[in-house]
């Protein structure tokens, strides 16, 4: 609040909810602390941008007077949401009975001995209001919502039982995951067995070389027989002749 010798002013800053492609505005209060009439006007860097209404007025002894600043709608953000432009208060005691329609730039003019308080007011952008959350159904009030994040940064049960639903509502997965654990059932079968085969195999494969080993030690030790036989009957005919 500014507090001069004729009027407080509440705000100094013009706080605007910057929308794009939309007219916003602001009001100003204006408080006189004499007991005369007080004239105000208003001005702005920016004329072509803002609609103040009233612009100039009378303010009654120990009253009070609201003006609205309107912000044409905009096209575009300005860098980094800051606004250079200004406004411009400046008031001046009047005689008493003095009404809006008496009021002329003259008034103001401080070169012909009028006493004028100046007051610059800053423009600010701000962001707009956000609507409140909606309170699920089902909740009490002053209770929280579920699916909220408690004190610790951990999500309560019912995401998790969402997250389950969801999982279970998804039938198609549920039969490709069944197909593939039988696929692999099989296929570790598949395996078993033919590690089986092969060592069956293996066996036999011995059972045949120790059999084979065993026929030819039979057939040298005949063939050893028969040689030693003809050598007893090539001695015995060799004796006679």
Do not use: W
């Not at 002329?104 to 959350?133: D, M």
Request: hydrophobic fraction near 30%.
């Amino acid at each position: 609040m500014s507090s001069g010798e004729l009027l407080n002013i509440e705000p100094l800053e013009l706080k605007f909810p910057f929308e794009l492609k939309k007219q916003i505005s602001c009001s100003l209060q204006l408080s006189n602390k004499t007991d005369a009439y007080v004239a105000f006007k208003v001005k702005t860097t920016n004329p072509k941008k803002y609609c103040v209404r009233p612009n100039t007025g009378i303010v009654l002894p120990r009253s009070t007077c609201d003006v609205m600043v309107t912000m044409q709608a905009q096209k575009e953000a300005p860098p980094d949401m800051q606004c250079k432009d200004k406004f411009l208060l400046q008031s001046v005691k009047t005689v008493d009975g003095t009404s809006p329609k008496d009021i002329t730039p003259e008034i103001f003019n401080k070169e012909a001995g009028h006493v004028v308080e100046e007051s610059k007011l800053r423009v600010l952008y701000v962001s707009p209001p956000q609507p409140p959350s909606p309170v699920p159904e089902g909740s009490e009030e002053g209770s929280s919502p579920r699916g909220s994040v408690s004190e610790n940064g951990n999500a309560n049960g019912s995401e998790f039982t969402q997250v389950a639903r969801g999982f279970t509502e998804r039938p198609e997965a549920q039969d490709k995951s069944a197909e593939a654990r039988a696929l692999i059932s099989r296929l570790t079968e598949e395996k078993n067995n033919a590690l089986e085969q092969n060592s069956k195999l293996r066996q036999e494969l011995d059972l045949l070389k120790r059999e084979g080993n065993k026929s030819r030690g039979g057939v040298s030790y005949v063939i050893v027989v028969l040689i030693g036989l003809l050598g007893i009957i090539m001695g015995y005919l060799l004796k006679k002749t």
